[in-house]
């Protein structure tokens, strides 16, 4: 039915690191972990799911150290394990890990204009093209979403794998992913119904 509700996903962006504070790109599992920062951001939103009463079946995290830490913190409020799920990865950017968008837009000016404007090219040739990543993070959620039918689940993940959520659940272009801003340490609500997807809320951040 229509109005027939599948699933309600709260996605937790991870806290920061040292190369989002700088406005790095990372597809890296095992680095950067959490700063100090990022931790208090993570304490922040587990003090906001549990003070707004977020009810919760199921934790789900990508692999990264990153994402991982955050979603340990989150599974001590539910006294839940969580779930790896390797298909919520950050987006795969080959060389440019660890390169900032400014760095790539002074040094390779035809690759960043292709990064921002090509969604269907992969740039650098060994990263993942913006259609591929959000189509990988589409099949990803809905199979979650088709396991876990009529639940409540929590998603620790990337702050561009929520961006893909958004872009899918709104049918926004790939080309228009950059413009979503997504903070770490943030909440972002999507529900699920059997013919279509609403977005609640996005970057929910905590003060």
């Known amino acids: 039915m229509y109005f027939s509700r599948k699933c309600k996903i709260t996605f937790i962006s991870h806290g920061a690191t040292i190369y989002t504070e700088e406005g790095r790109f990372s597809d890296k599992?095992?680095?950067?972990?959490?700063?100090?920062?990022?931790?208090?951001?993570?304490?922040?939103?587990t003090e906001f799911l549990r003070l707004r009463g977020i009810r919760n079946d199921k934790i789900y995290t990508s692999a990264a150290t990153r994402t991982v830490q955050s979603a340990q913190i989150i599974a001590?409020?539910?006294?839940?394990?969580?779930?790896?799920?390797?298909d919520l990865d950050?987006?795969?950017?080959?060389?440019?890990?660890?390169?900032?968008?400014?760095?790539?837009?002074?040094?390779?000016p035809n690759a960043f204009n292709a990064l921002i404007n090509n969604p269907e090219i992969c740039t650098p040739e060994?990263?993942?093209?913006?259609?591929?990543?959000?189509?990988?993070?589409?099949?990803?959620i809905d199979n979650i979403v088709?396991?876990?039918?009529?639940n409540r689940i929590i998603i620790v993940t990337h702050p561009d794998v929520i961006k893909a959520a958004i872009c899918d659940a709104l049918n926004i272009p790939a080309a228009s992913l950059p413009k979503i801003y997504i903070k770490t340490g943030s909440a972002t609500q999507i529900s699920y119904f059997e013919s279509w997807k609403s977005l609640i809320y996005s970057d929910y951040t905590p003060v």
Do not use: M
Request: hydrophobic share 35%; net charge neutral.
């Open 76 to 86: 001590k409020l539910y006294k839940k394990k969580y779930e790896i799920i390797e």
């Open 29 to 45: 599992n095992n680095y950067p972990p959490l700063t100090d920062a990022g931790i208090e951001e993570i304490e922040k939103i």
């Open 90 to 108: 950050a987006r795969k950017c080959g060389a440019f890990s660890g390169w900032s968008l400014e760095q790539i837009e002074h040094r390779f």
């Open 126 to 140: 060994d990263a993942e093209s913006l259609n591929d990543f959000i189509k990988r993070v589409s099949a990803s």
């Open 146 to 150: 088709n396991k876990n039918i009529s």
